[in-house]
């Protein structure tokens, strides 16, 4: 199978996904190599805000930014773990640079510059990620489970969780209720 590199595009769940973890979900792909790769999901909100979050793992929240922006659900893999998605990418201590404005951090030290107001101006904390072995994804596209588009910043940071998955679907020209369960073959 012809190796394509989804780093920095939006998955998009086909209706026919049935998986409870994926249905109706918008996936931001941080990183595609021929090892894996590894993503967040970006339109699943937690009943847990940034505020509650920081609260919990003991970190001092003296800053009303973010305070009451909702933690998403990432992915099922290392559900305990924070994933911070952000701009600008900044240095902190283990960062993904996603590509020139877009980051992944899983380190604390982005949380805790966040509680003091200091942290990025844009950030979508998520607990877990998604995460694919080598070859899985693009069998997945194979089977019909995924659109791809390239992502948009503005999609990731600028839109309520709720208009993501239709914005991505307009980045490709698509309604999402238009699209069909089933998949069809020439």
């Given at each position: 199978m ?7 595009h939006?998955l998009?769940a086909m ?11 918008l996936?931001y792909?941080c990183?595609h ?5 590894l993503?967040?999901v970006i339109?699943?909100?937690?009943e ?9 793992v003991?970190i001092e929240?003296?800053?009303e930014?973010?305070a009451?922006?909702?933690v998403?659900?990432g992915g099922p893999v290392?559900?305990?773990r924070?994933f ?11 960062t993904?640079?996603?590509n020139?404005?877009?980051a992944?951090t899983?380190?604390?030290?982005i ?5 003091r107001g200091?942290?990025?101006y844009?950030?979508?904390v ?7 072995a ?8 194979a089977?019909?489970?995924w659109l791809?588009?390239?992502a ?7 839109l309520?969780?709720?208009q993501?998955?239709?914005a991505?679907?307009?980045?490709l ?6 699209l069909?369960?089933g998949?069809?073959?020439a």
């Amino acid at each position: 199978m012809k190796t394509v590199n989804l780093t920095d595009h939006f998955l998009i769940a086909m209706p026919a996904m049935t998986d409870p973890y994926f249905a109706k979900s918008l996936t931001y792909v941080c990183e595609h190599t021929e090892q894996g790769a590894l993503g967040v999901v970006i339109n699943k909100p937690i009943e847990m805000t940034l505020k509650m979050l920081l609260d919990q793992v003991g970190i001092e929240f003296g800053a009303e930014q973010h305070a009451e922006e909702l933690v998403h659900f990432g992915g099922p893999v290392q559900m305990d773990r924070g994933f911070v998605l952000h701009q600008p990418l900044g240095e902190w201590m283990s960062t993904l640079a996603v590509n020139e404005r877009v980051a992944l951090t899983t380190s604390k030290d982005i949380l805790e510059a966040v509680g003091r107001g200091q942290g990025p101006y844009k950030l979508l904390v998520s607990l877990g990620y998604a995460g694919w072995a080598a070859g899985q994804l693009e069998q997945e596209l194979a089977q019909n489970a995924w659109l791809t588009v390239p992502a948009s910043a503005t999609v990731i940071f600028d839109l309520p969780w709720e208009q993501r998955l239709p914005a991505a679907m307009q980045l490709l020209g698509i309604d999402f209720a238009s699209l069909a369960d089933g998949a069809g073959h020439a």
